[in-house]
T-cell receptor, first 116, second 115 residues
């Protein structure tokens, strides 16, 4: 099976712009989670989607949003970019949404966003 | 809120030797999951090992094993017979039971395996 793919891999934007990142999960996986990784804050959970519904959300401002399509592909959008949004954005997919099974999350390579 | 602490920012080990990475966490939950993830340089993060809190037996995956001390809220990773390919950032992570994949990560330990 193909792994989790993320596009684009690298992105440079300027302050105030908006950006959309894409994630394609492993075939058959219905859950997609997004994380932000920065040197200062480490890995932080953004949100999780399962069957096109946002099931959980981390502590991020409303400028960060996402959605999931019927084929489980997910997009993450950041509006009005700030310098502090520069980070590696990781997407992870899993078979199940709930932590009931402690289901393994498979990570993509990430999208490195630089905000100038 | 759950917090995960990895007190060793960097560690190094000689090839073929054993190394232990530390992780402690803080939670009031009784049912949860713990993970160790590996992030090699410029490569994808992969799951190394997983532990269910309700299981007393320590998880083992080939050269990787954990020492899970629930009362002490400690979850250390032991890597035996270290290999050059083990060089990576290692993240300890916590997830509450039934919490929709909201994983909390530690700051990471950068492990270097020296030839």
């Amino acid at each position: 099976k193909a792994g989790v793919t993320q596009t684009p891999r690298y992105l440079i934007k300027t302050r105030g712009q908006q950006v959309t990142l894409s994630c394609s999960p492993i075939s058959g996986h219905r859950s997609v989670s997004w994380y932000q990784q920065t040197p200062g804050q480490g890995l932080q959970f953004l949100f999780e989607y399962f069957s096109e519904t946002q099931r959980n959300k981390g502590n991020f401002p409303g400028r960060f949003s996402g959605r999931q399509f019927s084929n489980s592909r997910s997009e993450m959008n950041v509006s009005t970019l700030e310098l502090g949004d520069s980070a590696l954005y990781l997407c992870a997919s899993s078979l199940f949404s709930s932590g009931v099974y402690g289901s393994e999350q498979f990570f993509g390579p990430g999208t490195r966003l630089t905000v100038l | 809120a759950q917090t995960v602490t990895q007190s060793q920012p960097e560690m190094s080990v000689q090839e073929a030797e054993t190394v232990t990475l530390s992780c402690t966490y803080d939670t009031s939950e009784s049912n949860y999951y713990l993970f160790w993830y590996k992030q090699p340089p410029s490569r994808q993060m992969i799951l190394v090992i997983r532990q269910e809190a309700y299981k007393q037996q320590n998880a083992t995956e080939n050269r990787f094993s954990v020492n899970f001390q629930k009362a002490a809220k400690s979850f250390s990773l032991k890597i035996s017979d270290s290999q050059l390919g083990d060089t990576a950032m290692y993240f300890c992570a916590f997830m509450k039971h039934n919490n929709n994949n909201d994983m909390r990560f530690g700051a990471g330990t950068r492990l270097t395996v020296k030839p």
